[in-house]
């Protein structure tokens, strides 16, 4: 199953991650590779994760830049638009322009959403930055409320709480506003945030988090493990994964992650940058992919940014494309290490069992012109199935196109070896081919999707027109 160059490659990596490539080597193993993928959304979607970005409204007029993020990503985070200062500017007049504007790009595209961030001490609009005590525990907790009741329903998962805790060996939270309101505010937040968004996973987020060995790491873990011995209502903790020369990912990332699984919680990669260039920077992003792989709960990884030149740190050259939108090493050694496969997500000891499921029916459409649409079931999780659809030519065509509609509470969250588009309700996805849609007579094209089912496994529904 592996090639020569793919033994390479683990062995190198062992050398570089320790104990983390033997980790990865067992699962590969029990989990044979899907055919390869060709884009990071797609080889995530294989082993039910996905693989997002941090998007700026400000770019969304670029056409390279949206380019690559639809045919790449199928998680959006806003970069600063959905802030406290974005989204609350004054207090009580809510401008909810510019995180809509990405909320919908990415729904518009088939995309998932992670909001970020509800409570922060860093950019509080200038009002809240001059409260305390009572009264700016209200506002945050009014803040929460109302951002997350406004996006209810369109979010994947909240950084509900973000950088909370001192960095340094002191293990403690850090000071600030919010802090000085009394330990509890974080709780309080999450509890606001669940009972405006019952449907989001709400995270606590942070960096310099993802080495298992330090203080800072240890004290969110604890605060992690408290609130789940305390019922307090948190799903998962975000690793920013903000790296360079200064902070390099560290061997024990596998560890980190597993163990704040186990407590109970999904984990995320959420904001992944890492300064450098070449086959050092490559090797380091495929350590963090192959890590959160071998996590069962590590459910997916974004990027902070689509080109080097989109970055916070630009200098740094921290992304996987450069700035004309090539793929530079870094991108290459991610789709390969994704394309390897991984634990599946969810938690692989409560899989979804055969025959505890209702039987879906199958569907076939006979076709419109001259094209047949089959569906075939691919992996299935807890909660979510992928599929495949296969086009088959009954006479020689030019082209194809292909809708795929799936029922309400249904969603498709990533898609393969296609171009979809979406109408407005987003169930009904029209699948077109990338490239040239001709095919002779009796050949077959395949795609494939993810659905997040939510409840209901029914397969979708299909239609086939040649042209
Ligand atoms: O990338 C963001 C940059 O454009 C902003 O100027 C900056 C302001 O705080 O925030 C950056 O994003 C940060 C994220 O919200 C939280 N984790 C650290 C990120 C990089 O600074």
Redesign the pocket.
Known sequence: MTTPRQRYRRGRLAAAFGGLAAATLAVTLAVPAAAAASTLQAAAAESGRYFGT?IAASRLNDGTYTTIANREFNMITA??EM?MDAMQPSRGQFNWSSGDRIVNWARQNGKQVRG??LAWH??QPGWMQNMSGSQLRTAMLDHVTQVASYYRGKIYAWDVV??AFADGSSGARRDSNLQRTGNDWIEAAFRAARAADPGAKLCYND?NTDNWQHAKTQAVYNMVKDFKARGVPIDCVGF?A?FNSGNPVPSNYHTTLQNFADLGVDVQIT?LDIEGSGSSQAQQYQGVVQACLSVARCTGITV?GVRDTDS?RASGTPLLFDGSGNKKAAYTSVLNQLNQGGTPVPNPGNPTQPGTTPTPTPTQNPGTGSCTATYSEGQKWNDRFNGTVTIRANTAISGWSSTVTVRQPQRIIATWNGSPTWDSSGNVMTMRPSGSGALAAGQTVSFGFTVQHNGDWTWPTLTCSAS
């Open positions: 941090a970069e600063n802030k970020h961030a860093s950019q973000n950088e960096y920013q903000h904001e902070w916070w």
